[in-house]
């Protein structure tokens, strides 16, 4: 029951946030506009959507295999990461006020889930380059997924919380019905390099890139993922190390993701006989 709760009020505040989001950086006109040529928006992005849907299914139908190999491979890197940046964790946890604990837990919970829905989203109800900068973003995710899989798989990697009698697990602690999401989705032996944060910093990336098209939604997607990505470790669930590594896999992943996207839509083009336009034109690098 307390799954059902949890899962159910994170589902219908990321549906709300998205909806106020895409009213306030997209427009009502232009949402309504949207609706008109839905269909022909799919058909676009599906060569993009219809893989990522399938990679993100196929993580989750074959975490408990990936967990059993992970453990019999047994390759324990927490105590390097320990080694590497000591107490990070619990100083950062000490100087937080405690006052906070609710703002991060659910930017953690809720936040997350909220970027990586109202991303694509708005993109996909904008007008001109929207829709290239959603293919960009699924490349992103799909890179990002694929790269924590494979590192996920590899290395046994507990964080600060099941690693440190300094560190508290403060979002479990507090509000222990998160653990049920949370164990649901990931093993607490995935926090190598964290996905929140590298998929938040994707979102980030491409907000960037996307900003003046999206001059609303770039300050709206830094602001939600620099909290998410701070609550990674003030929670206890990460270390300082796994941020790192996310945010150089979140941008490197967008800058993949752009020459993916460049060099399929180039091929698209020339096999429709040029009939999109200028395949050379870089329309992501504003």
């Given at each position: ?75 324990d890197i927490t105590d390097a990461l320990y080694a590497l940046e000591g107490g990070f ?111 938040s910093v994707a979102v980030v990336a491409v907000a960037w890139r996307s900003r003046r ?74």
């Amino acid at each position: 029951m307390a799954l059902l709760e949890v899962t159910a009020a994170t589902g219908l505040s990321v549906v709300a946030g998205t909806a106020v989001t895409a009213l306030l950086c997209v427009g009502p006109r232009q949402v309504s506009r949207a609706m008109t040529d839905v269909d022909d928006r799919v058909r676009e992005v599906a060569p993009y959507l219809g893989p990522a849907l399938a990679l993100l299914a196929a993580k989750q139908l074959t975490q408990g295999y990936r967990l059993r190999l992970s453990r019999a491979l047994d390759w324990d890197i927490t105590d390097a990461l320990y080694a590497l940046e000591g107490g990070f964790v619990a100083a950062l946890q000490d100087l937080t006020p405690e006052a906070t604990l609710e703002f991060f837990t659910v930017s953690y919970m809720i936040g997350f889930a909220f970027l990586l829905v109202a991303a694509p989203v708005t993109y996909f109800l904008s007008p001109g380059q929207g829709r290239r900068h959603l293919k960009e973003l699924l490349v992103a995710y799909m890179l990002n997924y694929a790269v924590g899989t494979v590192c996920y798989t590899l290395f046994i990697s507990y964080g600060p919380r099941n690693h440190l009698e300094t560190v508290s697990g403060l979002m479990y602690r507090a509000y222990p019905q998160t653990q049920d999401l949370t164990a649901a989705v990931a093993s607490n032996t995935n926090v190598f390099p964290s996905l929140h944060t590298s998929l938040s910093v994707a979102v980030v990336a491409v907000a960037w890139r996307s900003r003046r098209t999206h001059p609303r939604w770039t300050p709206v997607a830094a602001a939600v993922a620099a909290a998410v990505v701070f609550s990674t470790m003030y929670l206890g669930i990460h270390w300082l190390s796994d941020v790192v590594a996310g945010v150089a896999l979140g941008v490197v992943s967008v800058a993949v993701a752009a020459r993916i996207v460049d060099r399929a839509e180039s091929s698209s083009v020339a096999a429709h006989g040029g009939e999109r336009g200028d395949p050379t034109v870089r329309t992501g690098d504003d």
